[in-house]
């Protein structure tokens, strides 16, 4: 006969549905159900399939090795502990490995200190034919914590993920599309009105508020921070960062894409093409101003411009002067450039993930318009990018710093010219055009980057 399954009164565990590859557990017959000790225990996802994310520091004596889990609530239960306090817990289901076997196993969570053993082994968590042997200490294989610093770096997680969509218009065609997509791959995606977020800064907390409450912890963010409200929105995006999430666009970048003057200069110091721009401060400059970029006509352009609206065109030398002096009056921001007829109201976006173009739309103006935004009357079609095309979408994508990008390009014999590059390009031109899922495309570079390791966040 084969000897029985034995555990001892201690063992180490692994739980590979959490991504878990080592806990110390201690076996305890006396205890009903298996408990796992966590953090930062927060239900999330619809009422039909609820979830809990949590932290988990799986090494009681480094504190700093910080893990987040994720899994579908199966239960809530009353639970006695030892020292008799009774709590209402989240129960989970997981599969437990030890040694050679692997079973499905429910566990309660909670968040007691100075635990030794991060997982107390209850009785039902023991199958039928496993005997317990409280004299002996491991009885199955040993682990260590060394097996945390050995995980893929790089391997996308596969947990659900809890996403905050920071936007301040959740009803319009893109934020709908990355919901869906979201769940789709089975994550819940929240949309958060980034102008009702207000938060709470110190070395020891970091907090969003929102309607008299703490936000919960996010795996991610996605921001859709609209032009008019960069600066606020930003502030909000590091508080996420902040907290741990993983920013899907960094602030940092997302700040340089919207100020043209500043993308332009970044873009140029690694040679990549763009018209000729030129910018000035005194009004004494401006005859000359007109001359470095070629003369008339020529373009002037508000730096915060989106969507063309702060876009003109000035034909002559004579409108030119006028309109610097105008916009000069009005204390406004404007760079000067180079007009570029050849590209006869033609534009091409290209949209980066990562570090790829996924596609490509060419957009032509309106009759009788320069600006070929959609928002403008523009209409859309695929294309085809060139070999060149694609490399200086994603330089510049990366020169900005994003993750996500729209990249503009105008086609001139020149070779292609950088326009602008978007950070919160819209999905509803590009999916239609296309009929690529540009959503879920976007939500799956996000499983690769969001790490279940989360070190630096606050807790
Ligand atoms: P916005 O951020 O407001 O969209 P852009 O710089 O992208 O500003 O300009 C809007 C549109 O105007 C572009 O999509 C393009 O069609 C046209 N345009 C902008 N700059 C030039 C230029 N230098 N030459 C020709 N057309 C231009
Ligand atoms: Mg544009």
């Given amino acids: 006969m084969t000897s029985p399954f034995t555990l001892g009164w201690e063992e180490w565990v692994a739980f590979p549905d959490l991504g878990l590859p080592a806990i110390k557990a201690k076996v305890d017959t006396g205890a009903r159900t298996s408990a796992l000790h966590a953090s930062v225990i927060e239900p999330f996802g619809p009422a039909n399939k609820p979830q809990v994310r949590f932290l988990i520091q799986p090494n009681p004596d480094d504190l700093s090795l910080e893990f987040t889990c994720s899994a579908p609530i199966v239960d809530r239960r009353q639970v006695t502990s030892s020292n008799g306090e009774t709590e209402l817990r989240y129960v989970i289901a997981t599969h437990i490995k030890l040694g050679e076997r692997s079973w499905p196993i429910e566990v309660t969570l909670t968040n007691r200190e100075n635990m030794a053993y991060r997982m107390l082994f209850g009785r039902t968590s023991i199958a039928e034919d496993m005997v317990v042997d409280p004299n002996r200490s491991f009885a199955q294989p040993e682990l260590s ?55 709470k800064i110190g070395a020891r907390v970091s907090e969003i508020h929102y309607d008299g409450e703490v936000l919960p912890r996010f795996d991610a963010v996605i921001p859709r921070i609209g032009p008019s409200i960069t600066s606020y929105g930003l502030a909000v995006l590091r508080q996420f960062a902040n907290t741990g999430a993983y920013c899907l666009n960094e602030p940092n970048a997302i700040a340089a894409s919207r100020d043209k003057l500043l993308a332009h200069q970044m873009l140029a110091r690694e040679r990549i093409g763009m018209p000729t721009t ?117 330089r510049a994508a990366q020169t900005i710093g994003l993750n996500i990008a729209g990249v503009d390009i105008l086609r001139t014999s020149d070779g292609p010219k950088v326009l602008e590059v978007n950070s919160s390009p819209g999905l509803e031109g590009i999916e239609t055009a296309t009929s690529k899922d540009i959503a879920g495309q976007i939500i799956q570079h996000l499983e690769g980057k969001v790490r279940p390791l989360s070190r630096e966040a606050f807790v």
């Fill in 145 to 199: 914590f060394d097996l945390y610093k050995q995980l893929p770096k790089r391997k996308p997680v596969r947990r659900p993920l809890r996403i905050a969509l920071l936007t301040k218009e959740p009803e319009n065609y893109s934020c709908k599309r990355l919901i869906e997509a979201g769940e789709a791959r089975g994550h819940v995606v929240e949309p958060i009105d980034t102008s009702r977020c207000y938060m």
């Fill in 278 to 394: 030129a910018f000035a401060n005194s009004p004494k400059d401006t005859k000359d101003l007109i001359s470095l970029v070629g003369g008339a006509p020529v373009i002037l352009k508000l730096l915060q411009s989106s969507q063309g609206k702060g876009v003109v065109l000035a034909d002559s030398r004579k409108a030119a002067e006028s309109l610097v002096d105008a916009f000069r009056g009005l204390d406004a921001h404007f760079l000067l450039q180079e007009f570029v007829a050849e590209a006869a109201g033609r534009d091409t976006r290209c949209f980066v993930v990562g570090n790829k173009v996924i596609s490509a739309i060419q957009r032509q103006a309106a009759e009788g318009e320069f600006r070929s935004n959609l928002h403008r009357g523009g209409t859309a079609e695929a294309v085809k990018l060139s070999k060149e095309e694609r490399a200086v979408a994603r």
